[in-house]
Protein backbone atom coordinates (compact mmCIF):
# COMPACT_ATOMS: atom_id res chain seq x y z
CA UNK A 1 0.00 0.00 0.00
CA UNK A 2 1.16 3.55 0.82
CA UNK A 3 3.03 2.97 3.76
CA UNK A 4 6.86 2.65 3.71
CA UNK A 5 8.23 -0.49 3.28
CA UNK A 6 11.76 -0.81 3.05
CA UNK A 7 11.21 -4.18 0.47
CA UNK A 8 9.21 -1.74 -1.78
CA UNK A 9 12.03 0.50 -2.21
CA UNK A 10 13.74 -2.04 -4.73
CA UNK A 11 10.02 -2.75 -6.55
CA UNK A 12 9.72 1.07 -7.16
CA UNK A 13 13.71 1.39 -8.00
CA UNK A 14 13.50 -1.48 -10.75
CA UNK A 15 10.62 0.53 -12.77
CA UNK A 16 12.33 3.73 -12.66
CA UNK A 17 15.97 3.09 -13.51
CA UNK A 18 16.94 3.53 -16.92
CA UNK A 19 18.53 0.85 -18.97
CA UNK A 20 22.78 0.90 -18.20
CA UNK A 21 22.36 2.36 -14.79
CA UNK A 22 24.84 1.05 -12.27
CA UNK A 23 23.41 0.29 -8.36
CA UNK A 24 25.08 -0.39 -5.54
CA UNK A 25 23.49 -2.01 -2.68
CA UNK A 26 25.00 -1.96 1.07
CA UNK A 27 24.66 -4.65 3.01
CA UNK A 28 22.47 -5.58 6.26
CA UNK A 29 19.19 -5.63 5.10
CA UNK A 30 19.08 -3.72 1.82
CA UNK A 31 20.81 -6.31 -0.23
CA UNK A 32 18.49 -9.04 0.89
CA UNK A 33 15.48 -6.58 0.08
CA UNK A 34 17.28 -6.42 -3.49
CA UNK A 35 16.82 -9.92 -3.45
CA UNK A 36 13.65 -11.02 -2.30
CA UNK A 37 11.86 -7.82 -4.50
CA UNK A 38 13.26 -6.78 -7.05
CA UNK A 39 11.04 -7.91 -10.00
CA UNK A 40 12.64 -8.89 -12.97
CA UNK A 41 12.39 -6.40 -15.87
CA UNK A 42 13.56 -5.91 -19.42
CA UNK A 43 16.10 -3.21 -18.35
CA UNK A 44 19.72 -4.07 -18.15
CA UNK A 45 21.07 -2.20 -14.19
CA UNK A 46 24.30 -3.51 -13.04
CA UNK A 47 24.37 -4.64 -9.14
CA UNK A 48 27.36 -4.03 -7.49
CA UNK A 49 27.74 -4.79 -3.98
CA UNK A 50 30.98 -5.40 -0.70
CA UNK A 51 30.92 -8.30 1.38
CA UNK A 52 33.14 -9.44 3.46
CA UNK A 53 33.88 -9.69 7.36
CA UNK A 54 33.02 -5.78 7.51
CA UNK A 55 30.67 -5.49 4.43
CA UNK A 56 28.95 -2.51 5.70
CA UNK A 57 32.33 -0.29 6.25
CA UNK A 58 33.16 1.89 2.77
CA UNK A 59 29.64 1.88 1.59
CA UNK A 60 29.68 5.26 0.33
CA UNK A 61 33.21 5.51 -1.10
CA UNK A 62 32.70 2.65 -2.74
CA UNK A 63 29.38 3.46 -4.42
CA UNK A 64 31.05 7.35 -5.04
CA UNK A 65 34.10 4.68 -6.51
CA UNK A 66 31.56 3.14 -9.08
CA UNK A 67 30.03 6.41 -9.99
CA UNK A 68 32.66 8.17 -10.92
CA UNK A 69 34.03 4.97 -12.92
CA UNK A 70 31.47 5.22 -15.23
CA UNK A 71 31.05 9.24 -15.15
CA UNK A 72 32.04 9.59 -18.44
CA UNK A 73 29.52 7.06 -20.42
CA UNK A 74 26.75 8.78 -18.82
CA UNK A 75 25.44 5.58 -16.98
CA UNK A 76 23.26 6.72 -13.86
CA UNK A 77 24.76 5.50 -10.36
CA UNK A 78 22.33 5.19 -7.42
CA UNK A 79 23.57 3.96 -4.19
CA UNK A 80 20.80 2.08 -2.06
CA UNK A 81 22.20 2.39 1.83
CA UNK A 82 20.29 2.11 5.32
CA UNK A 83 21.70 4.41 7.71
CA UNK A 84 24.40 2.56 9.81
CA UNK A 85 26.22 1.56 6.99
CA UNK A 86 25.50 5.28 5.59
CA UNK A 87 26.78 6.91 8.85
CA UNK A 88 30.07 4.60 8.86
CA UNK A 89 31.14 6.40 6.00
CA UNK A 90 29.51 9.71 6.18
CA UNK A 91 32.93 11.33 5.65
CA UNK A 92 32.74 10.22 1.70
CA UNK A 93 30.41 12.88 1.40
CA UNK A 94 33.49 15.31 1.62
CA UNK A 95 34.49 13.33 -1.75
CA UNK A 96 31.53 13.72 -3.23
CA UNK A 97 30.39 17.57 -2.94
CA UNK A 98 34.45 18.01 -3.72
CA UNK A 99 34.54 16.02 -7.49
CA UNK A 100 30.58 16.69 -8.32
CA UNK A 101 30.56 12.92 -8.10
CA UNK A 102 27.10 12.22 -9.55
CA UNK A 103 25.69 9.37 -6.81
CA UNK A 104 21.89 9.43 -6.20
CA UNK A 105 21.83 7.79 -2.52
CA UNK A 106 18.73 6.24 -1.56
CA UNK A 107 18.78 6.24 2.42
CA UNK A 108 16.68 3.92 4.35
CA UNK A 109 16.66 5.33 7.75
CA UNK A 110 15.20 3.42 10.60
CA UNK A 111 17.54 4.79 13.25
CA UNK A 112 19.64 1.41 13.85
CA UNK A 113 20.04 -2.22 12.94
CA UNK A 114 16.74 -2.99 11.31
CA UNK A 115 18.18 -6.55 10.23
CA UNK A 116 18.57 -7.70 13.73
CA UNK A 117 14.90 -7.60 14.54
CA UNK A 118 14.24 -10.41 11.71
CA UNK A 119 16.44 -12.78 14.77
CA UNK A 120 15.94 -14.21 17.81
CA UNK A 121 18.22 -11.51 19.99
CA UNK A 122 15.01 -9.07 19.17
CA UNK A 123 13.16 -10.68 22.19
CA UNK A 124 16.01 -10.24 24.49
CA UNK A 125 14.10 -6.60 25.47
CA UNK A 126 16.75 -5.57 27.77
CA UNK A 127 19.88 -5.64 26.34
CA UNK A 128 18.56 -5.57 22.41
CA UNK A 129 18.07 -1.80 21.45
CA UNK A 130 21.82 -0.55 22.37
CA UNK A 131 23.14 -3.52 21.54
CA UNK A 132 21.57 -4.53 18.61
CA UNK A 133 19.11 -2.23 17.99
CA UNK A 134 21.94 0.70 18.64
CA UNK A 135 19.67 3.56 17.55
CA UNK A 136 22.15 6.50 17.16
CA UNK A 137 19.01 9.99 16.40
CA UNK A 138 21.65 11.39 13.74
CA UNK A 139 19.90 14.14 11.50
CA UNK A 140 20.94 13.07 8.28
CA UNK A 141 19.32 16.40 6.53
CA UNK A 142 21.91 18.73 8.80
CA UNK A 143 24.68 15.73 8.12
CA UNK A 144 24.07 16.31 4.28
CA UNK A 145 23.86 19.74 4.99
CA UNK A 146 27.24 20.66 6.32
CA UNK A 147 28.99 19.05 3.00
CA UNK A 148 26.47 21.00 0.95
CA UNK A 149 24.91 17.95 -0.41
CA UNK A 150 21.48 18.66 -1.09
CA UNK A 151 18.32 16.19 0.45
CA UNK A 152 14.68 15.42 -0.40
CA UNK A 153 12.52 13.30 2.19
CA UNK A 154 9.55 12.54 0.29
CA UNK A 155 6.40 11.75 2.19
CA UNK A 156 4.47 9.18 -0.11
CA UNK A 157 5.09 7.36 -3.02
CA UNK A 158 4.61 9.33 -5.40
CA UNK A 159 6.83 11.75 -3.86
CA UNK A 160 9.67 8.96 -3.27
CA UNK A 161 9.29 8.26 -7.49
CA UNK A 162 9.63 12.11 -8.28
CA UNK A 163 12.59 12.40 -6.21
CA UNK A 164 14.64 9.50 -8.13
CA UNK A 165 13.30 11.19 -11.48
CA UNK A 166 15.01 14.18 -10.38
CA UNK A 167 17.64 13.24 -8.87
CA UNK A 168 18.56 10.99 -11.94
CA UNK A 169 18.66 14.57 -14.03
CA UNK A 170 20.36 16.49 -11.64
CA UNK A 171 23.66 14.92 -11.27
CA UNK A 172 25.86 15.46 -8.29
CA UNK A 173 25.77 14.07 -5.22
CA UNK A 174 22.11 13.59 -4.33
CA UNK A 175 20.63 12.04 -0.88
CA UNK A 176 16.64 10.58 -1.01
CA UNK A 177 15.87 10.06 2.44
CA UNK A 178 13.26 7.26 4.12
CA UNK A 179 12.81 7.27 7.50
CA UNK A 180 11.04 4.20 8.24
CA UNK A 181 10.13 2.53 11.55
CA UNK A 182 12.48 -1.04 12.64
CA UNK A 183 9.15 -2.68 14.20
CA UNK A 184 6.47 -1.63 11.84
CA UNK A 185 9.28 -3.23 9.39
CA UNK A 186 9.74 -6.49 10.39
CA UNK A 187 6.16 -6.85 10.98
CA UNK A 188 5.26 -5.93 7.07
CA UNK A 189 8.23 -8.54 6.32
CA UNK A 190 6.37 -11.05 8.36
CA UNK A 191 3.50 -10.81 6.67
CA UNK A 192 4.43 -10.63 3.20
CA UNK A 193 6.13 -14.02 4.11
CA UNK A 194 2.94 -15.43 5.58
CA UNK A 195 1.00 -14.33 2.54
CA UNK A 196 3.68 -15.74 0.25
CA UNK A 197 3.60 -19.34 2.03
CA UNK A 198 -0.24 -19.19 1.74
CA UNK A 199 -0.57 -18.86 -1.74
CA UNK A 200 2.21 -21.40 -2.50
CA UNK A 201 0.28 -23.26 -0.41
CA UNK A 202 -2.75 -23.32 -2.40
CA UNK A 203 -1.28 -23.33 -5.87
CA UNK A 204 0.55 -26.42 -4.60
CA UNK A 205 -1.62 -28.40 -1.69
CA UNK A 206 0.37 -31.61 -0.38
CA UNK A 207 -1.94 -33.96 -2.14
CA UNK A 208 -1.74 -32.43 -5.65
CA UNK A 209 -0.84 -34.51 -8.52
CA UNK A 210 1.23 -34.11 -11.24
Request: glycine share 10%.
Amino acid sequence: GDLWFEGKVFRELATLLPEGTHQFTASSMPIRDLEAFTPLTTRKVRHLVNRGTNGIDGTLSSALGMAEAVRESGAPAVLVSGDIAFLHDSNGLQAAKAYGIPLLVVLIDNDGGGIFHMLPIAQVSDAFEPYFGTPHGTDFALLCAAHAVPVEEPRDWAGFRDSVRTGLRAGGPRVIRLRTDRQRNQAQHALVWTKARERITAAFPPNRQF
